[in-house]
Nanobody
Framework: QVQLVESGGGLVQPGGSLRLSCAAS????????MSWYRQAPGKERELVAV????????NYGDSVKGRFTISRDDLKNTVYLQMNSLKPEDTAVYFC???????????WGQGTQVTVSS
């Protein structure tokens, strides 16, 4: 059974930092591209960042470029999102997604809330 469990969300002041983690199980982690998405109230879910392989190419949404960094630890089956210089507009539920490269099946985590407010 595939499981993606996000953690690390919370309340942070503008300009602060958070690191989100997504622990994966139930599939071969190295066979999946891992992504972070977010969804703010009343808005569509949007791509935040994606990483195909450890140390490989990454891609970011325009609104987070230069502030967020995605990484993965294939030994721990975990993907991370380091978020710096947080802004109130970063407030959203952040979701982890796994996309199996060969089958293109996708799996989602349950999400973790990030609130940026003073």
């Amino acid at each position: 059974q595939v499981q993606l469990v996000e953690s690390g969300g919370g309340l942070v002041q503008p300009g602060g930092s958070l690191r989100l983690s997504c622990a994966a199980s139930g599939f071969t982690f190295t066979s999946a591209a891992m992504s972070w998405y977010r969804q703010a109230p009343g808005k569509e879910r949007e791509l935040v960042a994606v990483i195909i392989r450890a140390g490989g190419n990454t891609n970011y949404g325009d609104s987070v470029k230069g502030r967020f960094t995605i990484s993965r630890d294939d030994l721990k089956n975990t993907v991370y999102l380091q978020m710096n210089s947080l802004k109130p507009e970063d407030t959203a539920v952040y979701f982890c997604k796994a996309r199996i490269l060969l089958s293109r099946r996708e799996f989602w985590g349950q999400g973790t809330q990030v609130t940026v407010s003073s």
